[in-house]
């Protein structure tokens, strides 16, 4: 059997009074895009943000349980910025930072100490490609990343996180914004990319991650309800919950 | 009535008032130009005061005024803006924080004489500094210092949360999230704040009475301990100290005095404006 | 690249020191003005009662033996600020509305970069301008042997008031959501109607703001205070008459005292009054202001 690149063990988070995740244990294998689904509220982001210790900003956060990557405890004795690199995040609105085209790219990899302009260059236009977007923004890399489209900026970002080399790409909801063509093109480039990075994949669309992810979890209400095979959550679920929500008899 | 016609009568009478409070500034401003144009020289402005300062230039009241704000500026500046990052970036929102940003905002509206008190009473006296420069600046300095945290925090604020989420998601430590992207970001708000502060020190009289102004003063100070004259304090004692004074080295003291002040000001709301003009969030 | 990461780890441990140092140093700042105001002015009552300092009638502070009595400089700070208010915050208000609600936004940059420059000229040049201008006016159209008045400086301190006031009133109009105006204005109110029953009680408690910390700032103001009401200090009996300042005492005083004498430590004493004074205001109108902004 194949050794998981992350490993979620008897997850629990509180915000202060509200519990906003119950006991979740669950593997996501490399090379896979793992979708979780769930309505408002299921603790589905609280659990990404868990995974790059995101929680960590929120003052009132308290967690028990244990995650791993490549089996080394991330709670441990774990450098939290070297973690975050090794963990990327896409966020749900695009943000570009208030920079040119290029040093929103080239922002991630100056934090870590390159500087020089012929590599920062190379990481750049590899970035961009990798994210789908060079072709469309190779003459304009000077101009404000802000005139970008909500599309392209959303591609912007993953080519940002690319650009310091993660190994893992957390997605929360990336395309909430978007139009469907751009959320074509967002979906195509996260499918491209799986072979070379694992990824999560939160997103309120269930569709969504029918189209793109290998397995899917549901969430609700903190707890994991369930989670397989993509095919097998939307065909046959176990949960009499999961078939309502993908039904859309709630949420 | 009808609505038409009492509409037209609330209006005139809206006008009415905001002439009332914009046309008299311009009046003074006109005035202080007109009388005071006539005495500004090169002489005037680079000589010492002669006879009682009935004549001869106001040398050196322009260099303690630019001593004082150089000084409190040198002060107020990297503290207020450190103080304002470690209580938006770095402290606890607990209730002492609060308490503290509570007294800092009210800190701002203390009135300029009550700081010079506190100048008197802690550097001219507890810290044995006496009447001098370094005492003037460091009033000066803590006066304006609310204010530069206040505005500092307002534009640390006013930087999105999601620009240090991303800073952050892409491993970069707490310090480099602020010097690269929160600093940045804030700079124009930090920048006019701070010199909103700085031109208020400069036109600013009752903090510096006890703690560095001389009455009249023909020399330059030579070391930080000495007291100087300022254009404020100069203006005050032309004014009322001083009798049969030609009224155009008043007028001449007032233009240059208020020609620094909104030179400053001007300053602040250019940068204030291209800002704005790029700011896209 | 270790190393690098260790030097940077380094780097940032003082840099983030040097950060909560500046941060520990503002609050302890604030506390020194506390202490430093307390220290020298609570001393005065050692020699005085605290009732007899702020009800005395006389204020004698160098005759033998010595009357520490604020009353008249209470009162003469009240008159004053009393005048001020009552001519800055009509005409304040109306111009704040004026320039949020009727002016065209051209003109508005205008008038606002008016009131800017009316903050920002520094209180001893209006202070000199009212010496030369006003204050013989008062004298001759009112017949008054001097124009050195209570009346005089109110009418000066009103300037120094109204641009705080116009300009936070400005922004609490400004901040009024447009769909409240959009929903009178469809009911087919006239712009009036709706400014004066929608949007202005709307802001009312950013108006309220406006108007503390214009006060407040009116209270504390001491040059142009100090040139232009006479300086007398005696309980006014009429607004036409010379009074003295809390502030302006203050100002005026503290460079013939002795350092250690009960004189320094009275006007110490009259620091603290002031300072709860406007601490008092100021508190009120941050109240008035985070209510705005629930």
């Known amino acids: 059997m194949v050794s998981p690149k992350i490993s979620v063990k008897d997850l629990d988070i509180r915000f202060g009074g509200i519990h906003a995740l119950k006991e979740v244990s669950l593997d996501i294998m490399n090379n896979e895009i793992l979708g979780v689904i769930g309505p408002a509220n299921s603790g589905k982001t609280s659990f990404l943000r868990a995974v790059n210790r995101f929680n960590d900003l929120v003052p009132n956060y308290q967690m028990s349980g244990r995650i791993t990557i490549d089996g080394l405890d991330i709670y441990g004795q774990v450098d939290r910025n070297g973690l975050r690199r090794k963990v990327g995040m896409v966020f749900a609105l695009p943000v570009p930072l208030p920079l040119s085209i290029f040093d929103n790219i080239a922002y991630g990899p100056q934090l870590h100490g390159i500087s020089s302009r012929k590599k920062l260059c190379e990481i750049v236009e590899k970035a961009l490609k990798a994210a789908f977007l060079w072709d469309e923004v190779k003459d304009r890399l000077k101009k404000p990343a802000h005139n970008l489209s909500g599309g392209q900026q959303q591609r912007l970002c993953i080519a940002r996180t690319l650009a310091v080399e993660p190994e893992v790409i957390l997605f929360d909801e990336p395309c909430s914004g978007l139009d469907p063509i751009s959320t074509a093109k967002v979906e195509e480039a996260m499918l491209q990319l799986k072979s070379r990075y694992t990824i999560v994949l939160v997103t309120n669309n269930t569709k969504q991650a029918a189209r793109v992810s290998d397995r899917t979890a549901f969430f609700l209400m903190g707890e994991l309800v369930e989670i397989d095979k993509t095919d097998k959550i939307f065909t046959a679920p176990a949960d009499t919950r999961t078939s309502d929500y993908i039904e859309g008899r709630f949420g | ?281 | 690249m270790t190393r690098d990461k260790r030097n940077q780890r380094i780097r940032e441990f003082f840099i983030e020191k040097t950060i909560s140092a500046s941060g520990i140093a503002s609050v302890v700042i604030v506390v020194l003005i506390f202490v430093f105001l307390l220290k020298d002015g609570l001393s005065l009552f050692k020699i005085e009662s605290i009732q007899d300092f702020l009800s005395g009638k006389l204020w004698y502070p160098i005759s033998d033996p010595p009357k520490f009595g604020i009353l008249p400089l209470i009162l003469g700070s009240i008159v004053v600020t009393a005048g001020a208010t009552a001519i800055s915050v009509p005409i304040g208000v109306a111009s704040a509305i004026y320039i949020a609600e009727v002016s065209s936004p051209r003109i508005k940059e205008y008038l606002k970069a008016g009131v800017e420059l009316l903050a920002a000229i520094p209180s001893v040049v209006l202070g000199f301008i009212g010496v030369v201008t006003l204050v013989p006016f008062v004298k001759q159209f009112f017949n008054l042997p001097t124009g050195l008045t209570a009346f005089s400086g109110s009418i000066m301190l009103a300037f120094m008031a109204m641009p705080t006031i116009v300009s936070i009133a400005e922004d609490a109009l400004t901040a009024v959501p447009r769909s409240y105006r959009e929903g009178a204005l469809a009911l087919g109110a006239t712009k009036w109607q709706t400014i004066y029953k929608v949007t202005v009680p709307s802001a009312a408690s950013g108006i309220v703001a406006a108007v503390m910390l214009g006060v407040g700032r009116v209270i504390g103001e001491t040059m142009a205070v100090m040139m232009i009401t006479g300086n007398a200090a005696v309980i006014p009996k009429s607004i036409f008459q010379p009074v003295r300042t809390l502030t302006a005492t203050i100002a005026a005083e503290m460079g013939e005292t002795v350092r250690g004498s009960d004189h320094f430590y009275a006007l110490f004493a009259i620091g603290i009054v002031l300072f709860l004074i406007t601490f008092f205001i100021n508190m009120i109108a941050d109240l008035y202001l985070h209510r705005e902004k629930r």
């Not at chain 2, 203390?110 to 500094?129: A, D, K, R």
């Not at chain 2, 602020?178 to 700085?198: D, E, F, H, S, Y």
């Not at chain 2, 001449?252 to 030179?263: S, W």
């Open chain 2, 1 to 281: 009535m009808n609505p038409r016609l009492t509409q037209r009568i609330a209006f005139a009478i809206l006008l009415i008032c905001t002439l009332i409070v914009i046309v008299p500034v311009l009046l003074i401003v006109a005035m202080i130009i007109k009388n005071g144009a006539g005495a500004i020289s090169w002489e005037f402005l680079t000589t010492m005061p002669r006879a009682g300062m009935k004549e001869g230039g106001i040398f050196p009241a322009i260099v303690g005024t630019l001593y004082l704000v150089f000084g409190a500026v040198l002060f107020a500046l990297p503290l207020g803006v450190f103080a304002s990052v470690y209580l938006t970036e770095y402290a606890r929102d607990n209730y002492f924080t609060r308490l503290v940003k509570l007294a800092i905002v009210n800190l701002a509206g203390v009135p300029s004489v009550i700081y010079g008190l506190f100048g008197l009473g802690l550097f001219v006296t507890f810290l044995h500094f006496g009447t001098s420069i370094i005492s003037g600046s460091l009033t000066l300095g803590i006066m304006i210092l609310p204010v530069i945290i206040t505005a500092s925090r307002e534009a640390l604020d006013s930087v999105p949360r999601s620009f240090r989420e991303v800073s952050l998601s892409l491993g970069g430590s707490k310090w480099q999230t602020i010097k690269r992207v929160v600093i940045p970001n804030a700079l124009p708000g930090i920048l006019t704040g701070t010199v909103l502060g700085v031109s208020r020190a400069a036109g600013e009289t009752a903090p510096i009475l006890f703690t560095v102004a001389a009455f009249y003063l023909p020399r330059l100070p030579n070391s930080p301990f000495d007291q100087v004259m300022a254009l404020p304090y100069h203006l005050y004692v032309l004014s009322t100290q001083v009798p049969n004074v030609k009224s155009s080295i008043t007028y001449g003291t007032a233009l240059v005095l208020i020609t620094i002040v909104l030179l400053m000001n001007l300053f602040a709301i250019i940068i204030r404006s291209r800002f704005r003009r790029r700011k896209r969030w």
